[in-house]
């Protein structure tokens, strides 16, 4: 009887096991075991920011896909009411909780805010924050620099007077950050100043103060990247300049040590000129690495003077378009008639990106930019009362809107209007 027992109780296990083997077979395998090929493919066809925080929403393994394959959405059109666009579809978004409105730049994927005693930079997507300086707390360099001191060997106050540096600056109300990039997690560098003019500040994340040159020239400059482990500043001028970082000896805190030039511009001299016709034309520079090339990029806006005695605004006109790499080796600038069939630029004045777009049916060798005039710099006006993004077609060198769809007011507030990247971490 016991062995009839045993014999049993083995045959139901069998069954069982049986069972258990035709349950697998007929039931479909877990989402989470998406193959990682395949993954890919649904992340290629989500340009957009919602879907693709959806789809790793699912379940760790689909999270983990995404971030193992890093295939990077489309940027957010970012405003600063707190709305935020994907590009490709028309409906503004906003970010549940505290809505990030009232950012005053924008570095990458975090969202700049200012408060009395410093700044934090937030961003959206992980809700990670990093604090940074209050601009009233500066470490020097020299650190007995004042306003009255000699600024260099031989100088002298009269000599110093004849261009302006950080400490005639350094105690005006109207003091902002217009450029800030994260350079590493231990390293920030930032253009601040009045109006076009700013120095070059550094600290560390989470640091009580930055740092600064006191007796540099203050100068024009247009925009900063980090290209391949060195900090790259444009100046109006189109001069390209190198910034040499060290550490502080005393607090381990990164520090300018010297600022050189590596390129020279060629600036056209008719930029300056008024013409026959009453036009003149209005020029923004900006730094951007794509395919491993620096590239500076020339925006000319047209703009129409008023006949003498009429009380009639500037106005802004057409766009133009120029671009050129950074040739490192014969110290120059080399123009570039195409970015590649694949490739376009996000140019913002805060932040600029270049990416791969072929994947999401857009046409590439385009930029997309952005009307982000600074308010307190505003050199001319416009016709039309809204505004919106642009592109330009590096092929046919042509302009045409973006979306008329997505637009907002022009007002001193959103002017800082910018792109946002969500592949940064």
């Known amino acids: 009887a016991q062995a009839f027992s045993s014999m049993s109780a083995g045959y139901a296990r069998q069954g069982l096991m049986e069972e ?9 395998s877990p989402w989470s075991a998406l193959p990682l090929d395949l993954a ?15 789809f790793a929403a699912v379940c760790p393994q ?11 959405p489309l940027p957010l059109l970012a405003l600063p009411d707190g709305t935020f666009y994907s590009l490709m579809y028309d409906k503004p978004f906003r ?14 994927s975090w969202l700049v805010f200012s408060r009395d005693d410093g700044c934090f930079m937030v961003n959206p997507f992980s809700r990670a924050t990093v604090t940074l300086p209050a601009l009233s707390s500066v470490r020097l360099r020299p650190p007995n620099a004042s306003a009255k001191s000699k600024w260099a060997e031989g100088g002298s ?3 110093a007077n004849l261009y302006i540096t950080w400490m005639r ?28 003019f700013s120095q070059i500040l550094m600290c560390q994340p989470g640091a009580l103060s930055w740092s600064v040159r006191a007796y540099d020239r203050i100068e024009d400059f247009q925009d900063m990247s980090f290209f391949q482990g060195k900090l790259y500043a444009i100046a109006k001028d189109e001069n390209l300049l190198v910034v040499n970082i060290s550490q502080d000896h005393s607090t381990g805190d990164p520090q300018v040590c010297r600022i050189g030039r590596v390129i020279e511009g060629d600036c056209p001299p008719w930029y300056y000129g008024v013409f026959e016709d009453n036009s003149q034309a209005s020029k923004k520079l900006y730094l951007v690495e794509s395919g491993g090339m620096l590239l500076m990029v020339r925006r000319t806006i047209w703009c129409q003077f008023p006949e003498p005695g009429t009380d009639v605004e500037i106005m802004g006109g057409q766009n133009e378009f120029e671009v050129f790499e950074a040739d490192f080796e014969h110290s120059r600038w080399v123009k570039v008639l195409t970015l590649g069939d694949d490739q376009v630029l996000f140019l913002g004045r805060r932040c600029s990106r270049s990416m791969s777009v072929s994947q999401y049916g857009l046409p590439g060798d385009c930029i997309f930019f952005l009307d982000d005039d600074e308010d307190n710099c505003l050199e001319y006006a ?20 973006g979306d008329p769809n997505i637009s907002w007011k022009r007002c001193a507030e959103m002017y800082l209007a910018a792109w946002l990247f969500p592949e940064d971490r």
Not at 63 to 68: C, K, V, W
Not at 96 to 106: D, L, M, R
């Open 40 to 54: 890919s493919l649904v992340l290629s066809l989500l340009p957009m920011y919602a879907d693709r925080a959806c």
């Open 95 to 108: 970010f549940p909780g505290c809505g990030f409105a009232g950012y005053e730049n924008v570095c990458g």
């Open 169 to 196: 600056i350094n105690k005006a109300d109207n003091l902002r950050i217009s450029k800030l990039i994260l350079c590493s997690p231990n390293l920030v560098a930032a253009l601040v100043g009045i109006g076009p």
């Open 382 to 401: 416009y016709d039309e009362e809204n505004s919106s993004f642009g592109v330009y077609s590096m092929r046919f060198r042509s302009i045409h809107s």
């Open 157 to 159: 106050v009269e000599s």
């Open 20 to 28: 258990e083997k035709k349950s697998q077979l007929l039931s479909p």
């Open 62 to 72: 689909w999270r983990a896909a995404a971030r193992q394959l890093q295939i990077p």
